[in-house]
């Protein structure tokens, strides 16, 4: 599918790698970005084209009120869903600043409001002869590190989910793709790792990846990581295991 002149739903454009798909897309597409806060505009061409809904993804009755929103405006359907924003809590089970509140949260966020936002609009997905979903996905989400663990569970979860669906949708016209990024240089990331790839070419890699319908985008080291796993599980979780990713 050529990106352009597209209506894109979009979670998560107000920070690191939904924010440069925003400014990639959003000259040629109408989108509309769902999180807290809005994007900032001066980080934004000024022919963009986007409607911000504040929305908080943690919290269902938010979700849903975005969801109505969208539905009212765009009568006529939507083209693609990209599923990014996500929350990553950093500290293990065993660290006294454990915030066990954190588990539902990060829950909700990363695996329940995809599910909920594809199941709401999977009707307007449909009205569009071919759709995209997009979920953002995490080589953590195909081997788990130590720390973190509820977000490399909720990726593990996406992934399951989004082969399901796209076993449930085939011959509907709506294509479920995942982008599984490497260490991206984001607000997410400040601070830990090395060797990261920026967001702007993990955008690239991923608007390329849509454009050429591939099921499966793997950036940067993902491939290797996806070798490594088939060959030797063992060697995979020892690697990200010791990495800090
Ligand atoms: N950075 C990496 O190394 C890396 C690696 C693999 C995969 N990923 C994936 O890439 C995607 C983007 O991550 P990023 O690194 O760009 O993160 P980021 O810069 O921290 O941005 C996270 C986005 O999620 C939104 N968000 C968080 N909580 C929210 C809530 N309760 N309601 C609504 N929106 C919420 C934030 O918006 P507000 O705060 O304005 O609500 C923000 O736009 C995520 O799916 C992440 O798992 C990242």
Redesign the pocket.
């Given at each position: 599918m050529k990106l352009g002149n597209k209506n894109i739903v979009l979670?998560?454009?107000?920070?690191?790698?939904?924010?440069d798909l925003l400014r990639t897309l959003s000259s040629t597409n109408r989108i509309i970005n769902?999180?807290?806060?809005a994007p900032p505009r001066d980080a934004l061409p000024p022919s963009a084209n986007i409607q911000h809904i504040e929305?908080?993804?943690?919290?269902e009755a938010s979700v849903r009120t975005a969801i109505a929103q969208i539905t009212k405006e765009k009568p006529n359907g939507i083209d693609v869903l990209i599923?990014?924003?996500?929350?990553?809590c950093l500290p293990r089970f065993t660290d006294p600043d454990f915030d066990p509140a954190s588990i539902a949260?990060e829950i909700a966020?990363?695996l329940t409001?995809p599910a909920q936002i594809i199941h709401a609009l999977l009707p307007s997905l449909r009205k569009s002869k071919q759709s995209v979903i997009l979920n953002?996905?995490?080589?953590?989400g195909l081997v788990p590190k130590a720390e973190s663990a509820i977000?490399c569970a909720t990726?593990a979860g996406l992934d399951n989910l989004s082969r399901g669906l796209r076993a449930q949708l085939a011959g509907t016209g709506v294509h479920v793709s995942q982008a599984?990024?490497?260490?991206?240089?984001?607000?997410?990331?400040t601070g830990r790792?090395s060797g990261?790839l920026s967001?702007t070419e993990a955008a690239r890699q991923i608007i390329s990846g849509i454009e050429r319908g591939k099921a499966d985008i793997d950036i940067g080291k993902v491939p290797l990581l996806r070798l490594i796993n088939r060959i030797s599980p063992s060697i995979a979780n020892r690697i990200m295991q010791k990495g800090d990713?």
């Open positions: 979670t998560g454009g107000s920070s690191g790698v939904g924010l769902l999180s807290r806060r929305t908080d993804l943690a919290d599923n990014c924003a996500a929350v990553q949260a966020i990363n409001s953002i996905n995490s080589g953590l977000y990726k599984f990024l490497p260490l991206v240089g984001t607000p997410m990331t790792g990261k967001s990713s």
